[in-house]
């Protein structure tokens, strides 16, 4: 059996990450797997621990980052985020295209890995149509204070400029447009990893 592809789809907080992947996870002809997050955040309205991310404490989670347990973290925000390594390792082994939807910091460790082992790799940068826009959408949430905002915000324009570093860039106007473009982006891989 082929190994999947590992796809991740990285940007800015805020520029619609979630909603795109939400989207895109019902294309069943796509064969993707969602690589669950684990993170010390809080849990917004409507998230389930176990589907969208898996919700642990601090002293949980530098637990995993001593035994090596992840393929990636980062602090954001104050909160750690992080992706187990043997999960996403036993669904692309499966056979499955494996769905990372992490933040940038993230992202670069996973690059640098993948690039390192000359691992099949499908790197997807979203932006947003505009700062304005991503700070509407950030409060709208109504899940942070203003101080938070501010600082993803300041984040998000650093962050910005690592868009280089990825296979592909998505302009996320509207949520199904870009998962639409996303999606041939991911048959046009798949087709070339069977070839």
């Known amino acids: 059996m082929k190994k999947g592809l590992l796809i991740i789809i990285s940007g800015p907080s805020g520029v619609g990450k979630g909603a795109v992947r939400r989207v895109i996870m019902e294309d069943k002809s796509l064969d993707l797997a969602y690589s669950i997050s684990m993170t010390t955040r809080k849990a917004r309205p409507l998230e389930k621990?176990?589907?969208?991310y898996f919700?642990?404490?601090?002293?949980?989670?530098?637990?995993?980052?001593?035994?090596?347990?992840?393929?990636?973290?980062?602090?954001?925000?104050?909160?750690?985020?992080?992706?187990?390594?043997?999960?996403?390792?036993?669904?692309?082994?499966?056979?499955?295209?494996?769905?990372?939807?992490?933040?940038v910091q993230g992202a670069?460790?996973?690059?640098?890995?993948?690039?390192?082992?000359?691992?099949?790799?499908?790197?997807?940068f979203l932006i947003p149509p505009s700062m304005a826009a991503l700070?509407?959408?950030?409060?709208?949430?109504?899940?942070?204070?203003?101080?938070?905002?501010?600082?993803?915000?300041?984040?998000?324009?650093?962050?910005?400029?690592?868009r280089s570093n990825y296979k592909y860039i998505v302009l996320n106007d509207i949520v199904q447009r870009a998962a639409d473009e996303i999606k041939e982006i991911i048959n046009k891989?798949?087709?070339q990893n069977n070839a």
């Not at 949980?60 to 999960?87: I, M, R, W």
């Open 49 to 52: 621990n176990g589907v969208d």
């Open 55 to 103: 919700f642990v404490s601090d002293e949980e989670f530098e637990q995993h980052v001593a035994n090596g347990d992840l393929l990636e973290h980062a602090s954001f925000v104050g909160n750690k985020y992080g992706t187990p390594k043997a999960y996403v390792d036993e669904l692309r082994e499966q056979g499955k295209n494996v769905l990372l939807e992490i933040e």
């Open 108 to 124: 670069k460790q996973v690059l640098a890995t993948c690039k390192k082992n000359n691992d099949d790799i499908v790197s997807i």
């Open 135 to 162: 700070e509407r959408r950030i409060r709208k949430r109504r899940t942070e204070s203003d101080e938070v905002i501010k600082a993803r915000l300041s984040k998000a324009k650093s962050e910005l400029g690592e």
């Open 189 to 191: 891989e798949i087709a």
